[in-house]
Nanobody, 125 residues
């Protein structure tokens, strides 16, 4: 049984940083993993994906240059710098069943099979 658990969310002032962590226990291999977020009243948004060995990464334009995804085996991280109030959302970790991020489909929810419960990030102005 696969269990995905995120941690590291919290309240931070604009311009600050947070580092989210995620562990995906029970996976049989280092499958691609991703980060999503959902703000109240908005659709879930794909933020980033990292391939099985960390060799390939993808970022949404909204976070490119500010967020950095990394992994160490079945652990993955999202370093978030220069945070803005519009980054306020519930952040979700997801794990897929392929080694790659599936190219142009990396930001689609259907690319990932396993999901965490989310960790709240709130950025105050």
């Amino acid at each position: 049984q696969v269990q995905v658990v995120e941690s590291g969310g919290g309240l931070v002032q604009a311009g600050g940083s947070l580092r989210l962590s995620c562990t995906a226990s029970g996976l049989t291999w280092n499958y691609a993993m991703g980060w999503f977020r959902q703000a109240p009243g908005k659709k879930r948004e794909g933020l980033s994906c990292i391939s099985w060995n960390g060799g390939t990464t993808y970022y949404a334009d909204s976070v490119k240059g500010r967020f950095t995804i990394s992994r160490d085996g079945l652990m993955q991280y999202l370093q978030m710098n220069s945070l803005k109030p519009e980054d306020t959302a519930m952040y979700y970790c997801a794990a897929g069943t392929a080694l790659s991020c599936s190219g142009s489909r990396w930001y689609e929810e259907a690319t990932y099979k396993y999901w965490g419960q989310g960790t709240q990030v709130t950025v105050s102005s």
